[in-house]
Structures are given as structure tokens and as C-alpha cells.
């Protein structure tokens, strides 16, 4: 069985070409389009004859002459938005930067990233941009034509099987877990999202039936009371539990649970909220308040692991009884992209900072740092190639869920869903290295690439089908590994770092964007023992 996950819809387009045709007859910005599917869009008709602006003149309404511009600049008189039968005209025109009275370039690249931006709310299937005619010589009405899709769609899916091994290295049963989340991405065309997730496992790492389970509910507005200001906000409720240790546990713990683990329960419940503001058509800024009670924490009396052949206590990370994390995040983000699901050039990238301090109502006192950047190249025949990198670090005493965990970063392993975590196996450790050792650290790192093959292209339910394989390297490490790297490891192998790859199809559905991924099937293979075994 392999990993399914979901991401926003697709939009239909991938690729715009402004089209300019010159002469004494007409000058049109057209919508033509490569698509996915690698069809063409028409250009929007009942675009008239439209002279161009001579060199030292600008005709007005009124025929006096106006200051002197570019031969192909032109003023524009008005945006007439057209297809949009359940989006609000408002709401069409806070994606579109230009305004009554602007003098429009035809080759601006704003014109390009217009759509993008359009295409990325989710709305629409496909965006065309045109020029008609306005009210005299010189003046231009741009056309926004859309076509609207389905809006109530499946953001995230996921599913799979999670293994886990004694420590000893021998495989347990496997145990499943899913997660789904589903949203409104345009309430009543006002471009208001509604969404909920919920995440859940059974049986998932002990040989009894112990549940997990993680809800969500979403709101996002990208225009608050008509501003430019989007205001975001997030409910969260995690029941969940994990395990600590490598090899050779020794608990002291008056629960009944597993003799080859340390287990420490705990719930979440609280909510964040923020708010973004463009700072330019390709990139936001966010500033956001987070408040969550940590409860029902129950942590072993004492537990100790052997860690490189060497007896350590086991740092738990989290507070016993009741806590209260707080944390204030900033961030920027720029996208790029020609598509939000299967881009075929752009950038996305973003780097955020978080605080959560004492003076803040937090028990926990860190501070953590991400960076993170993709870039898409188009290659012949369709081909797309991209180049991912990610980088993080904590300062402080962050809780071990906020920190770096290991299958968040190894594709042959289950990720985190809602910050519930189904596994308990080490990193494959392809490379034997120390990296065997850690589950939660405090700095990560990891490169990744990514290659893709379009495979099929539509219309109807399904638009786009690629097959894709990636291969990439990640390192995972805490301050221990870095002060005091364990003692059998020698050289190289010290350093925590390892290999990923995965292979599988990405497909875009009127339902949504969904991967379907092959590399966990590695899992279920007998679990590495270790760095010299």
C-alpha cells in the first residue's frame, strides 16, 4: 500500500503567453494558454479594432493631446469581468491589481501574474486576459473572462500502514491510520474559506488497540471587511500519545503500557489566528498569535535507552500535568508558480520565525527558524524538473511535537498528520550513519529533486495525470549529536544524515490535487538494526 495525499484544487492552466499583434489593425493581450493537457485557449472574442498609441501623442476623449508614451501603453478605461456566475465581482477584482485610470503595458509581466494569482485562489478552472476597445482613440477595456470550478473539495487525504519493530529490531503488525480534511474555498462567492480535518489511528505501534485522534477547523478570508488584510484562523483538539526510545529501554511506570517503550500521553487543545497583507502581486507577509493548554500529560517515573551503545536517561520534552504554550510567529512567503498543484516553472518560497517566551503566558521558551524554497524549470516535451530545499532550527526548550521528527523528512516512513505521529522506527539509515539515533531534533536540513512525466490530460472529472520520481538527502540532528556524537560512530558516520526517495502520480481532479506515492512501501521491509550490523 502506498501514502495518498491531497493538496488545494488545480486550476486548469499552467502557462500564459501575452500575445501582442502590432500593425494599424488591433493590439489584443490574449488568455491563450498552454494548459496541462497542452490545448489552447481561443483568444476572447469581441475584441475590436484598438489603433495603438502613436510615438508623442495620447489621444483623450476629448482630443487634447496627452503626455507622450510608449508605443504600446494604453489607458485603461475600465475591467469588465466576465463567466464569474457564483464569485462576487469583488472579489475577482482584489486579485487584479490594476484600477480605472492606470496605463496598462502589454508587456508587463503583472498581466501574466494576474492570472496565476487568480488561477491560485482556487475559483476558477481557467483565466483569460484581453484587451477591447474603450470609448476613443488609446483607451482599453481589459477583459477578465474565468470559468468556475468546483469549490467544495477534499484539501487533504491521507491513508497508509505504519510499522514499528520491538528493540530487538523484529517488525510488529502493521497498523493503519487516515486523515481527511475538506473545506469550502469560496463561501457563497466571497471567497471565504470553511474547513475541517480530522486525523485518526488505531492499534497504531503496541500490540493493544490505542486510538489517536486530531481535529481541525479552519477559516480563511483573504479580503477581512473589504481590506487588503487576510485574516486566518484555526481550532485544534490532538488526543494523542508517543514513543521514546531506541534500544534497550528500561521503564519505571506504574501505566500498563508497552515494556519496550516509553510512553507519554497528551492532549492539545487551543487555536491561532493571523493576519497577511501583500506586500507585493507574488508575496505576503503574516503576523499570527498561537495559544494552546497542554493536558492530561502522563510521562514514566524514570526511563533510560541505550544510545550508541551507551545507557542514557530519556529526555521527554514536555511538561508533566498541565501546560500552556504561546508563541508569536512571523513570516513572508512569495509564489511565483503558473500553478498551484502541477507547476511547470516559479518560485515558492518562504521564511518564518517563531517565538514562544515567557512574558507571552508560555511555559516553554524557544525560538524556531524555517526557511524554505522550490524551484520549477520546464524541460522539453513537458517535462518539468524542480528543486526543493528546506532548513530549520530551534533555540530553547521547544515540546518535542514542535520540533523536527524524522518522518517528516524520510518519504519511506509515515509524516505527522495534524501532529499526530503513527511510527516509531528509526530512519532507514541507508548511509549507516548516527542518524539511526534520532527521532526528534532540534535542526534539519534536506535537499530534494524531483522530476516529472506528464501522463494524461482531460477535460471532465479528471485534468491532468503525472508520473514523478524524487531523490534527495536530509540530515536530522540535536544538540547532543552535535557536542557529543555517540561513541560508535566513527567519522563520517557521525554525522545524522541519510537518503530519501520516492516515485508515484500526481493528479489533479475537480475535487482537488492528489498524490498517490509508493515509497512507504519500504516500510513493511525487516527494520535496519543498526550502524555496524
Not at 471532465?460 to 540530515?475: C, K, T
Amino acid at each position: 500500500m502506498g501514502r495518498v495525499l491531497s493538496s488545494p484544487p488545480l486550476q486548469a492552466s499552467v502557462a500564459a503567453l501575452l500575445l501582442v499583434c502590432g500593425g494599424l489593425s488591433s493590439t489584443t493581450i490574449s488568455g491563450a494558454q498552454t494548459v496541462p493537457s497542452g490545448r489552447s485557449l481561443p483568444l476572447l472574442p469581441g475584441s475590436g479594432a484598438l489603433p495603438p498609441v502613436e510615438s508623442g501623442s495620447w489621444p483623450a476623449a476629448t482630443g487634447t493631446p496627452e503626455p507622450a508614451l510608449d508605443a504600446l501603453r494604453y489607458l485603461l478605461e475600465g475591467i469588465e469581468i466576465r463567466g464569474n456566475t457564483k464569485t462576487r465581482t469583488r472579489v475577482v477584482e482584489h486579485y487584479v491589481p490594476f484600477h480605472k485610470g492606470d496605463v496598462l503595458d502589454v508587456d508587463d509581466p503583472a498581466l501574466e501574474l494576474t492570472r496565476y494569482r487568480l488561477l491560485g485562489t482556487g475559483f476558477f478552472r481557467s483565466v483569460q486576459l484581453s484587451l477591447r476597445k474603450g470609448s476613443a482613440r488609446g483607451r482599453v477595456i481589459l477583459v477578465i473572462e474565468v470559468r468556475e470550478r468546483n469549490t467544495l473539495v477534499v484539501t487533504d487525504l491521507a491513508m497508509g500502514l505504519s510499522a514499528d519493530a520491538d528493540t530487538d529490531g523484529r517488525r510488529r503488525p502493521l497498523a493503519a491510520f487516515a486523515g481527511v480534511a475538506g473545506a469550502e474555498r469560496n463561501l457563497a462567492g466571497t471567497g471565504i474559506t470553511l474547513g475541517s480535518a480530522l486525523a485518526i489511528s488505531q492499534g497504531a505501534t503496541t500490540e493493544e488497540a490505542i486510538d489517536q485522534v486530531a481535529l481541525r477547523v479552519r477559516f480563511f478570508d483573504p479580503a477581512f471587511l473589504g481590506s487588503r488584510w487576510a485574516l486566518a484562523g484555526e481550532l485544534l483538539y490532538n488526543d494523542a500519545l508517543d514513543f521514546f526510545g531506541n534500544a534497550g529501554v528500561v521503564v519505571d511506570d506504574a501505566r500498563p503500557t508497552s515494556a519496550s517503550s516509553a510512553v507519554v500521553e497528551y492532549t492539545r487543545s487551543g487555536g491561532q489566528i493571523g493576519l497577511g497583507h501583500p506586500t507585493s502581486l507574488t508575496s505576503r507577509v503574516w503576523l499570527s498569535y498561537r495559544l494552546e493548554t497542554i493536558g492530561d500529560v502522563r510521562i514514566p517515573r524514570a526511563a533510560a535507552h541505550e544510545y550508541g551503545g551507551v545507557l542514557e536517561p530519556i529526555e521527554f520534552n514536555i511538561l508533566p500535568g498541565r501546560s500552556v504554550l504561546s508563541t508569536v510567529r512571523a513570516s513572508i512567503e512569495k509564489d511565483t508558480r503558473d500553478h498551484p498543484w502541477l507547476p511547470t516553472r516559479g518560485w515558492l518560497a518562504s521564511a518564518a520565525l517563531e517565538l514562544s517566551l515567557a512574558p507571552a503566558g508560555s511555559d516553554y521558551a524557544y525560538e524556531r527558524l524555517d526557511l524554505k524554497a522550490r524551484r520549477w524549470w520546464t524541460l522539453p516535451h513537458d517535462h518539468v524538473v524542480s528543486l526543493d530545499l528546506f532548513a530549520g532550527a530551534i533555540a530553547g526548550d521547544a515540546p518535542f511535537f514542535e520540533q523536527y521528527y524524522v518522518g517528516d523528512l524520510t518519504d519511506f516512513q509515515p509524516g505527522r498528520l495534524l501532529g499526530l505521529n503513527f511510527d516509531r522506527r528509526p530512519a532507514p539509515n541507508f548511509l549507516r550513519t548516527a542518524v539511526e539515533e534520532v527521532r526528534y531534533a532540534e535542526y534539519a536540513a534536506k535537499l530534494n529533486a524531483e522530476y516529472r512525466i506528464p501522463v494524461y490530460r482531460g477535460q471532465r472529472s479528471v485534468f491532468a495525470i503525472d508520473f514523478f520520481g524524487s531523490f534527495g538527502a536530509f540530515a536530522l540532528a540535536g544538540p547532543r549529536e552535535v557536542t557529543r556524537p555517540a561513541p560508535k560512530y566513527k567519522g563520517l558516520a557521525r554525522i545524522p544524515l541519510d537518503l530519501t526517495a520516492n516515485l508515484g502520480f500526481r493528479v489533479d481532479t475537480n475535487l482537488g490535487g492528489f498524490s498517490f506515492t509508493f515509497s512507504n512501501v519500504l516500510g513493511f521491509l525487516p527494520v535496519r538494526q543498526g550502524a555496524g550490523q
